[in-house]
């Protein structure tokens, strides 16, 4: 389980409003990874710059996303291009003996 079940938990998907709560949060996730166009599992991401603090039950991590999609252009090979560059933060309770 990674996300704690309770309405403290926020996600926010780039350029969407905050999703509030577990079921918000996996609905979103699950939406993703079933779109019809299926853009989403053609691209790939790499982070980099990843920086993480921790101070007592609270950890901090952000980094750089790169979005990678393959594309189709006519008459040449299939290219991997970059679509996006986002920046992320995860922060993470501990909470018992599990983050």
Known sequence: QVWLPDRSCVCIHPSQKPLIGIQAIQN?????FQ????????NWMEPQEIRMTVKATTAI????ELVY???FIRGQKRQTELVNKLQATNIFRKIGDRW
């Not at 979103?28 to 993703?32: D, N, T, Y």
């Not at 779109?35 to 053609?42: E, L, V």
């Not at 991590?61 to 750089?64: L, M, S």
């Open 28 to 32: 979103s996730w699950e939406q993703m």
């Open 35 to 42: 779109s019809s166009t299926g853009s989403y599992q053609r």
């Open 61 to 64: 991590i952000t980094c750089e």
């Open 69 to 71: 999609a393959r594309r």
